[in-house]
């Protein structure tokens, strides 16, 4: 796949080294899509020991951090959507289902924050998604008083770049420590960055941290979940898959009803 940091091969590749402990990386097994029985083989990009070294940082963070714990962190998505809700979220042909959706989880957040359940929401451009994802933000803070948080994905990974900077105030670790650790995570527009192994390694130390704590987190994305591989890789969208049902909008562009006449 041209642009991809993996190197997909029908047979089964040698394993690697890892740097720190010498042990034998197997190659990862991704299933292909639509073809049972067959699958890609990609060799591994990061050790078990780099991730269990990295998650004692984030314990050890978390008990240093300060900060209001229930703080309404939608802001990063922009003020346009500070004050989304299912009460004023506009209902249109294209958005009756995954609003229904919506409010089922909102309605049952106690048992899928058990379970780890989240919601993948797609659909084109302007049909609703991050309105609607972030109603469901604002309504699980508000009803259950519980710690959210909310990050477009382009934005937030630009803001993890910043770090390198010898002058930068924030440390990655700082930046990654309140979407680990919320109740209710967001990820807006994931797909939409421009694909490199460090991209792949951020989203997946996150994304994989919260499948394992069964913490369920909420995405949009303009692509189809099978693009969305394409785009991120195998071992992203299988915790993806494996953490959020999908919900389909499929209305026309939110924007141009807004502002008619104008472009988005």
Request: glycine fraction near 8%.
């Amino acid at each position: 796949m041209e642009g991809s940091p993996f190197q997909f091969s029908q047979e089964r590749p040698a394993p690697s080294r890892c740097r720190r402990c010498g042990r034998d990386l197997e190659p990862i097994a991704v299933p292909v899509p639509g073809r049972p029985g067959q699958v890609r083989w990609i060799a591994r990009v990061r050790c078990d020991c780099e991730i269990v070294e990295w998650e004692q940082r984030q314990t050890e963070l978390q008990q240093t951090v300060t900060g209001a714990s229930h703080q309404v962190s939608a802001g990063g998505l922009g003020d346009r959507f500070a004050a989304s809700s299912l009460a004023n979220f506009e209902r249109r042909p294209g958005t009756e289902a995954a609003l229904a959706e919506a409010e089922a989880f909102v309605r049952s957040f106690r048992e899928r924050h058990g379970a780890g359940e989240g919601l993948l929401f797609t659909g084109p451009f302007g049909s609703g998604k991050t309105r609607l994802a972030a109603a469901v933000l604002n309504e699980v803070q508000e009803r259950y008083q519980e710690s959210v948080r909310g990050e477009v994905v382009p934005d937030l990974l630009q803001r993890l770049r910043t770090t390198y900077d010898p002058k930068a105030v924030d440390s990655e670790d700082k930046i990654l420590q309140p979407l680990l650790r919320a109740a209710l995570l967001l990820l807006d527009d994931i797909g939409a960055e421009r694909v490199s192994e460090w991209v792949q390694e951020r989203l997946f130390l996150v994304i994989d941290h919260r499948y394992r704590r069964r913490l369920p987190t909420l995405f949009t994305t303009n692509l189809h979940p099978q693009d969305l591989e394409e785009r991120l890789g195998g071992r992203i969208v299988s915790r993806i898959v494996g953490m959020a049902r999908l919900v389909r909008l499929s209305s026309e562009d939110y924007r141009f009803r807004e502002h008619p006449g104008q472009s988005a």
